[in-house]
Every structure is written in structure tokens, then in C-alpha cells.
């Protein structure tokens, strides 16, 4: 079935440092795939998002990269801020009119930028 | 624009009663899907409603339900609830499709005693 898988779980680097987050998605079908930041307490918001015909996509300090091939897609942060600490969520989404509206979240990543 | 909006945000019932959870989506946005989130199961879909139909659903019993109206409002019912239905429940709106950015509200927390 439809799964989507994101490492690490948790993660920890020094402000300034880079992070990094990693899915993996099964249904060869996605063609969009969105990152959500969920600060505790508060609703996921949109970070960046990226379509198939598409392999990267960078907005300031964000960065997300596609491989279709192998079916994974990335997101980098760069120069890491405490308040970049939350937890990520990268999703799949299929499109179309069998699946519309239909997103497949990975498990979340923590992010802990210490200062 | 207004944002999504939710009501109640919290809710607690006991097992066996039903509950009935609110959204209002972003003015103009006629795609509205719903959301589970848990600690162990994180983010999961419920269903979608685009135009007052239901085009999609996940993988959730026959208890879980929904309905769109002409506004564009939804309502998600939970019927005979169960601890385990306890969670976050999150809607989303989107002007159309499922590859329009979705914008979620900021949830409903429900706890089943």
C-alpha cells in the first residue's frame, strides 16, 4: 500500500550547523510532495513543497530535492536556528481524481537546534 | 484571508457517545480533508470532501464520518467512540486538488475517558 517513510526520528545539530531529513515513498504514482513544520502545540504549516517534474526547489534557507527514480525526496535546512526546532513532516500526495485531497505523512522528524 | 478554523478545540466524552467536529475552510477553497494525529500513528487521512461529495477516504471504520455543505464547511461525526480515538483531529482546505497546498486549522483535541 501507500507508505511513506522518514528518517531520523530525532535530530540534533548546533545552530548554524545543516540538517537534513530523508523520505522514502512507495507509490510510484506521487507526484507532489510537501514538507510541514509542526512547532509544539500549534497546527503543521507549510515549509516548501515539490512536484515531479521538478528536482529541486530552494526557498532561503530551505531546500528540498526529488529523486523519482529511486523514489526518495530530501530536505535541508542550512544555517540552523533555534527557532527552526520542530517537528517536520514530509508527505506524498498522488493527485488526481482517484486520490485528491489524499496526503501520506512520514512518522516526523524532531529537530533540536541547540544554541 | 482568514485562516481555517475548528470547533471545539477540546472535547472530552466518555466511550460509546458520538461526537461532531467542526471546519471552516480558508474563503474560496472548496477542498476540505481531515486528519488523525497520534503520538504512535502520527498524521493519518480520514476522508476529503470537494463540492459536497466525499472523493476520497482512508483507512478508518464505518464510525467515522463526514459531510461537506454548499459553504464549503465540514463536519466530521465520530459515533460510539472508543480510547483509542483519542487524538489531534486536523482539517485542511485547498482550493481544488490534492496537489494544491494545503492548509491545515489548528485541531480539535479530543480525549475519549
Known amino acids: 500500500g501507500e507508505n511513506v517513510e522518514q528518517h531520523p526520528s530525532t535530530l540534533s545539530v548546533q545552530e548554524g550547523d545543516s540538517a537534513v531529513i530523508k523520505c522514502t515513498y512507495s507509490d510510484s504514482a506521487s507526484n507532489y510532495f510537501p514538507w510541514y513544520k509542526q512547532e509544539l502545540g500549534k497546527r503543521p504549516q507549510l515549509i516548501i513543497d515539490i512536484r515531479s517534474n521538478v528536482g529541486e526547489k530552494k526557498d532561503q534557507r530551505i531546500a528540498v530535492t526529488l529523486n523519482k527514480t529511486a523514489k526518495h525526496f530530501s530536505l535541508h535546512i542550512t544555517e540552523t536556528q533555534p527557532e527552526d526546532s520542530a517537528v517536520y513532516f514530509c508527505?506524498?500526495?498522488?493527485?488526481?481524481?482517484?486520490?485528491?485531497?489524499?496526503?501520506?505523512f512520514g512518522q516526523g522528524t524532531t529537530l533540536q537546534v541547540k544554541p | 484571508k482568514a485562516g481555517v478554523t475548528q470547533t471545539p478545540r477540546y472535547l472530552i466524552k466518555t466511550r460509546g457517545q458520538q461526537v461532531t467536529l467542526s471546519c471552516s475552510p480558508i474563503s474560496g477553497h472548496r477542498s476540505v480533508s481531515w486528519y488523525q494525529q497520534t503520538p504512535g500513528q502520527g498524521l493519518q487521512f480520514l476522508f476529503e470532501?470537494?463540492?459536497?461529495?466525499?472523493?476520497n477516504k482512508g483507512n478508518f471504520p464505518g464510525r467515522f464520518s463526514g459531510r461537506q455543505f454548499s459553504n464549503s464547511r465540514s463536519e466530521m461525526n465520530v459515533s460510539t467512540l472508543e480510547l483509542g480515538d483519542s487524538a489531534l483531529y486536523l482539517c485542511?482546505?485547498?482550493?481544488?486538488?490534492?496537489?494544491?497546498?494545503?492548509?491545515f486549522g489548528p485541531g480539535t483535541r479530543l480525549t475519549v475517558l
Open positions: 508527505a506524498a500526495s498522488r493527485g488526481g481524481s482517484s486520490n485528491t485531497g489524499k496526503l501520506i
Open positions: 470532501y470537494f463540492s459536497e461529495t466525499q472523493r
Open positions: 485542511a482546505s485547498s482550493l481544488v486538488t490534492s496537489t494544491d497546498t494545503q492548509y
